[in-house]
């Protein structure tokens, strides 16, 4: 005969650490109201069902619509290590999607964010991290976090944070730097970036080239980038191994050689021989940077004579399959065949 009995385990499709999603149109107002709950393991529950949710950008807009976001930045202040992580993933899901940066403008929240720049869990700041470096791929999201005067912070912080978090730091600092450069120059900027150049991780490397093209574009920024002594490393990092650092090298130093200072600083260090090399590389942004800073240094009386003898060179690719290539290389040919 047989025998009912009832099992001491949770049915297996149920997650125990997750709260129940309301059906429908419920679900999201169920939720807020139970992100403001007095009862901890309530907050943490709905947390890690709105993860989920957050992936959508569909329930994005209707959280932010009842005044989720409102609700999460509460809980940025929450003592309970967790409800704080989560609630940084949530807000960085949520940057991942155009409504979501939208609403953290509308919303202030890189203003509640910043206060967690200097929370002890690591993964609290990379949530928070992650969330900036989203936000900072829109235009008026770099401007945000700019307009926060938060650069001088994230300066800072590249000194001290692991390197996982320095490399979302140099993701977002490029961005925002294109936007306005004026506080990181005054937060020493360019000596921070100069040691991330010798950096043994190559993502790093690479990521600090990209902020130092974004530094180089104002006068003061190029004027620095001389007076620091950076463009000798830059033209080491020409023969970098890695062809992402070559071409972000040679983007930085397409700039700083608009200046009298930096064509004879990169003279200098004997810098010809290397972006002839690069003109060979696989990538088109090296070998077009490679040719704009040629073109630079050739203004020089110096550079253009050393560069006589490589016309052919740069003739050949007259014919790249890149059509800014080939465009950068009649004007390069130009300028050094110019008599005066």
């Keep these: 005969m047989a025998h009912a009995q009832i099992s001491k385990y949770l049915p297996p499709d149920i997650n125990p650490t997750q709260a129940a999603i309301a059906y429908g149109c419920r679900a999201l107002p169920k939720l807020n109201e139970e992100l403001q709950s007095e ?5 943490q529950k ?3 069902a709105l993860c989920d949710l957050m992936h959508d950008p569909e329930h994005v807009y209707t959280a932010i619509r009842i005044g989720c976001l409102e609700s999460l930045k509460a809980l940025l202040k929450d003592t309970n290590d967790l ?3 989560k609630t940084t993933e949530v807000l960085y899901v949520m940057a991942t999607h155009n409504v979501g940066r939208d ?3 509308e919303h202030d929240v890189i203003h509640a964010l910043s206060f967690l720049l200097s929370d002890p869990q690591s993964a609290c700041r990379e949530n928070l991290h992650l969330a900036f470096k989203h936000l900072a791929q829109l235009p008026a999201g770099a401007k945000g ?3 926060s005067s938060l650069i001088p912070s994230l300066v800072w912080k590249l000194q001290r944070e692991e390197e996982g978090i320095q490399e979302l730091l140099l ?3 490029a961005a925002c730097l294109m936007e306005d450069a004026t506080e990181a120059l005054a937060s020493r900027a ?3 970036l100069k040691e991330k150049l010798l950096s043994a991780n190559s993502n790093i490397r690479s990521k600090a080239t990209q902020a130092l093209i974004a530094v180089s574009i104002p006068l003061e920024g190029k004027n620095q980038m001389w007076q620091h002594d950076v463009i000798p490393i830059l033209v080491h990092l020409l023969k970098d191994k890695e062809e992402e650092v070559q071409a972000n090298a040679a983007g930085a130093l397409m700039y700083v050689t608009v200046t009298t200072e930096g064509k004879y600083a990169a003279l200098d260090a004997e810098a010809i021989r290397p972006l002839l090399e690069l003109l060979h590389s696989s990538l088109s942004k090296a070998r077009l940077n490679a040719i704009k800073v040629l073109t630079m240094l050739a203004e020089a009386p110096e550079g253009r004579k050393l560069l006589q003898s490589h016309v052919p060179t740069l003739r050949a690719l007259e014919e790249d399959t890149s ?5 950068a290389a009649q004007i390069a040919v130009k300028v050094i065949e110019w008599k005066p």
């Excluded at 059509?323 to 465009?327: E, N, Y």
């Design 39 to 43: 009862d901890l393991l309530t907050r």
């Design 46 to 48: 709905a947390l890690m």
């Design 83 to 85: 409800v704080r992580i």
């Design 103 to 105: 609403g953290f403008l």
């Design 145 to 147: 976090i700019v307009n």
């Design 171 to 173: 993701d977002t600092l």
């Design 190 to 192: 360019v000596p921070f």
């Design 323 to 327: 059509a800014a290539v080939q465009w």
